[in-house]
């Protein structure tokens, strides 16, 4: 009878022993954040924008809300102390570029171009965005009446990811969106439509 008592009690130690140890290892974490960074809002076709990245913040978001999609992105990097030099990287252009550049600017700078569009590369695909309905807690209190909601947009944010960025450094300069001159996009359709209707005539 002793010797099981004294059995069950090193059993018991173990078990203990063992909760300790499992207490005392790396134990799971659950985090909930916004995304990060918040997308900065392009309104306007041919916009420029001030774009800013370090080696902790490397990522730069945007969301194309100009209702239209938008075929090349011109980047114009400055160098700074740094004496910074910036390439395009494999695959730079995903699925949404066919083609990126990268040549001198003034002053030290880098251009970096994105562009070419159709078949498998969308360009820049615009949000989809809505006016929310007045007294939503969202108006602009504008006095421009035409402005009292702040339009809700899903959709259309792309980000521009900067590796290799040196401790310390800051990456600095303007980006530049383009979409379709509306002579070209005439002359497209033109083209089109006519392609059909000779094929049309063709098979008539």
């Known amino acids: 009878m002793l010797k099981a008592s004294r059995i069950l009690c090193v059993l018991a130690l173990a078990g203990f022993a063992a909760t300790v140890a499992m207490a005392d290892g790396v134990d799971p974490t659950v985090v909930i954040r916004r995304v990060d960074p918040a997308p900065l809002a392009i309104t306007?076709?041919?916009?420029?924008?001030?774009?800013?990245?370090?080696?902790?913040?490397?990522?730069?978001?945007?969301?194309?809300?100009?209702?239209?999609t938008l075929t090349g992105l011109t980047?114009?990097?400055?160098?700074?102390?740094?004496?910074?030099l910036y390439s395009c990287g494999n695959f730079a252009g995903a699925d949404i570029f066919s083609t990126c550049s990268s040549s001198p600017g003034s002053n030290g700078a880098t251009i970096i171009s994105f562009f070419g569009v159709g078949?498998?590369?969308?360009?820049?695909?615009?949000?989809?965005?809505?006016?929310?309905?007045?007294?939503?807690?969202d108006d602009l209190h504008s006095n421009d009446s035409n402005s009292d909601d702040k339009p809700t947009c899903v959709g259309g944010i792309f980000s521009l990811e900067f590796d290799g960025i040196p401790a310390g450094?800051?990456?600095?300069?303007?980006?530049?969106?383009?979409?379709?001159?509306?002579?070209?996009?005439?002359?497209?359709v033109s083209g089109l439509l006519g392609l059909a209707g000779l094929r049309k005539r063709r098979i008539s």
């Open 119 to 137: 078949g498998n590369f969308t360009g820049l695909n615009a949000a989809t965005c809505s006016s929310d309905d007045e007294g939503g807690g």
């Open 44 to 68: 306007l076709p041919n916009e420029t924008f001030d774009l800013f990245a370090t080696q902790q913040n490397n990522i730069f978001a945007f969301q194309n809300d100009t209702g239209v």
């Open 169 to 188: 450094a800051q990456v600095r300069g303007t980006g530049t969106v383009s979409a379709p001159e509306p002579v070209t996009s005439v002359l497209l």
């Open 75 to 84: 980047l114009d990097l400055f160098a700074g102390s740094a004496g910074l």
